[in-house]
Structures are given as C-alpha cells and as structure tokens.
C-alpha cells in the first residue's frame, strides 16, 4: 500500500482537493493522518484494488459533450438565420 497527498491524488485523478477531502470524509478513500514538523499530514492509502472499484465511480470528463455543442450551436446559427430572413420579409411586408 502507498500513501500519497490529497493534492497528489486530485493531479492524478483530475479531481480538485475539495472532492477528494469529501471522498475522505465519507469514507470512500482510505487515509491516515500522520504527524510531520509538527503539522498533521493527511495521507490517501493507495492500493490498486480499491483504485478500480473508486476509479469506476469517477465521472470521466466526455469529449463527445464538446463535438455534440459544436453541432448544436451551429444548428442553432442556421435557425436564427432562417428567423432574420423571416422578419425581413415580413417587415417588408408591412411596410407597402
């Protein structure tokens, strides 16, 4: 088993500290609070089975999300195209 900092876990999982404390506090990570200089170091008790079981939970950050809002944005260029056509028309329209 290896111990590592919370701030080393959150850079190696990409998580901010705030989450992995609150993964400690819920008893979702193993940790150990050792006293070094006289400060009490909170270290994350890494194993690689609990790692997979915890890495499973983590909601991974999609790509796919980003491709799927290009898409919708340029959808959304083309209708509010169409609307300017529209309303030129029509204020043509109204005013003959």
Do not use: C, G, P
Request: charged fraction near 40%.
């Amino acid at each position: 088993m290896k111990k590592i900092t919370i701030k080393e876990y959150a850079v190696k999982h990409k998580l901010s500290i705030f989450n992995v404390m609150k993964m400690v506090k819920s008893n979702k990570l193993k940790s150990q609070t050792i006293k070094e200089d006289e400060k009490e170091v909170l270290y994350i008790l890494y194993d690689e089975e609990s790692e997979k079981e915890i890495s499973s939970q983590i909601v991974k950050h999609s790509s796919s999300v980003d491709v799927n809002i290009k898409d919708e944005i340029q959808t959304l260029k083309e209708e509010v195209k169409l609307l300017k056509e529209e309303l030129n028309e029509l204020k043509k329209r109204v005013l003959k």
